[in-house]
């Protein structure tokens, strides 16, 4: 008989203020997806390193209460925690996150140890997860022209137009499906 495997379903962004920017496109989707699980509400937890946690019937939903950038702390607590509470059921790790390199609403699945590229809660995380095995659904937010810092810095934490928004959103069933292949095989 087949262990049953349980999925850690982590969103990386940033808290307050910056709540709803293109940077915090994992939260969005995160949330989405536990209302349309029927999840109940996220609850902070500090056992699960101060983040928020959702448990429904198939996943842990959690998101980062941290800024982006260090993400990686509150990341590793709450997977640690996840694992004890396993029970010999096969745990395994999912991370949330925008992604520039796609168009508003695209996704894209990768190993979690892909390059990071320029993300910098991705090297948080790596930084803290070194050999750790984990899976990353990318979610697109579009990039603007310019490649300078300061524009890609200004882009990603200004708040998500309307139609940005409907955009992220709009790929919850996508990201529910891919995780629920995850579970099946």
């Given at each position: ?12 962004g ?10 915090s ?19 902070k ?6 983040g ?12 980062s209460?941290s800024?982006m950038?260090?993400?990686?702390v509150?990341l ?9 509470e ?5 745990a ?8 520039l390199?796609?168009a508003?609403g ?10 990071a ?9 790596n ?10 659904i ?9 490649r300078e810092?300061?524009v ?8 998500m ?11 919850v069933?996508?990201?529910e499906?891919?995780?629920?292949r995850?579970?099946?095989?």
């Amino acid at each position: 008989m087949a262990t049953p495997v349980r999925l850690l379903v982590c969103s990386i962004g940033n808290p307050g203020p910056y709540l709803n920017t293109l940077h915090s496109a994992g939260h969005t989707v995160l949330s989405a997806l536990a209302n349309t699980l029927s999840y109940p509400s996220f609850q902070k937890s500090r056992a699960y390193g101060n983040g928020l946690v959702s448990t429904g019937s198939e996943f842990t939903l959690w998101q980062s209460g941290s800024l982006m950038n260090v993400s990686g702390v509150g990341l590793t607590a709450a997977w640690r925690q996840f694992q004890k509470e396993g029970r010999g059921e096969d745990a395994r790790l999912v991370v949330v996150h925008d992604e520039l390199e796609l168009a508003p609403g695209q996704l894209k699945v990768k190993s979690g140890s892909a390059s990071a590229k320029g993300h910098n809660g991705l090297k948080s995380i790596n930084a803290l997860l070194r050999g750790t095995e984990y899976t990353r659904i990318g979610v697109g937010i579009g990039r603007p022209e310019s490649r300078e810092p300061d524009v890609v810095a200004g882009y990603v934490l200004r708040k998500m137009s309307a139609q940005e928004r409907i955009k992220v959103e709009g790929c919850v069933g996508k990201v529910e499906m891919e995780l629920r292949r995850m579970i099946e095989g």
